[in-house]
C-alpha cells in the first residue's frame, strides 16, 4: 500500500497484450520518470492475485544489471490489479530497429554489441536462479546511453492470461525451444540460450528465423532449418510428453549451410549461433560458456553504446 503513494501516474504511454503503460514519476522528486505497468488480470482468476504475485516479484526487485530493466516497486491496486513500476525506456525495443530495414543500418559490430548486452543479462539471471522465458527483440529495450535491457519477465505473464484463444493468437512462440515445444516438464536456463540464438538469427536476417503459425509448424520449421530431433542427436527425445515424429528426418544442419545465411558474422559467430541452437538442452552452450567465446575478441569488436544505431 505504501509502495503505491510512492508513485504518481501520468498520461498512458501505451497498450500491450497484457497491460496498459502509464507514465509515472516519484512523488518525491518528479524529474525521476517510470513507466507503471497495470498488468491485466482476468476477473475469475483475481482474488488475492495480486498480492500473491506482488510477494513473488519481490526476488526480482533485487536482480539488479545493466541489461536488466530495473522493477522499482510492486503494488496491488484496489481493483486488485497487479501494478508494476519499472525504468521508464523511451526509445523502443530491438524488434523496431530490426524491422525498420530502409531507415535502420546495422553491421557485426553492432550485432556483437547488442548481443553482448542480451548474453550477460541472460548470464546473470542464470546465475541469480532467475529464469526469463520469454526473450525475443520486443523485450529488449534500449536506454538512452544506448545500453539494451532485458525486460518483461515472463513470470508477471503468467499472472495475467488472457485465456487460450489469445495465447494461440498472441503469444510468439518463434523463438520457443523444442524441449517446450515437446512438453518437457523439467527444464532450465537452456531454455532462455535458444531464444538467445533465435534473436541472433533474427538480428543477422533482419527477419524472424523460425516464424511458425502452430506449434505444430514451429516443429516442422525446426526439424527443416535445424535438424530433426532423434534418440541419435538427443537421448530421450522421443519420451517426451508431446514428442512428435514430423514426417522425414532432416540431417542437422552443417556449418556450410549456416554460413549461406549467416555468414556475415563471420565464421565464429556462426560457431556460437549454432552452438545456441543445439537441439539437446543438455549439450546446447551455456550463458557463462557463450560469454567465453571466441567471437566477442575477433573483429570486428562490438560498437561502443553510444555509437550503436537508434531509432530516427
Ligand atoms: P508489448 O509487450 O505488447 O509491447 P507492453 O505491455 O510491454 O506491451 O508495453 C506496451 C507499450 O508501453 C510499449 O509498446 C511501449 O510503448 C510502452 N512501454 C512499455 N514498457 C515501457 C518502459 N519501461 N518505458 C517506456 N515505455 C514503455
Sequence with gaps: EDEKKKYVKGKKLGEGTYANVYLGHARHDPSLLVAIKKIKVQKEYRDGMAPDAVRELTHLQELRHPNII???S???????????????LPLGDLEMLIRDVDRVRYGAGDIKAWMGMLTRAVWFCHDNYVLHRDIKPNNLLIAADGE???ADFGLARGFADPGQRMTANVITRWYRPPELLYGARHYSGAVDVWSVG????????RTPYLPGDSDLDMVRLICRAIGTPTEDNWPGVTSLKEYTA??????VADKATYMNRFGSVGPEGVDLLMR???LDPRKR?????MLEHKWWRTDPRPTRKE????KS
Aim: a negative charge; charged letters at 20%.
Design 285 to 289: 552452450i551455456t550463458a557463462r560458456e
Design 148 to 150: 539494451v535491457k532485458l
Design 198 to 205: 533465435t534473436v541472433f538469427a533474427e538480428l543477422i536476417i
Design 70 to 72: 530495473s522493477l522499482l
Design 276 to 278: 545456441t541452437l543445439i
Design 307 to 310: 555509437d550503436l544505431p537508434r
Design 246 to 251: 514430423a514426417g522425414d528426418v532432416h540431417p
Design 74 to 88: 510492486a503494488f496491488s491496486s484496489k481493483d486488485q490489479n497487479l501494478n508494476l513500476v519499472l525504468e521508464f
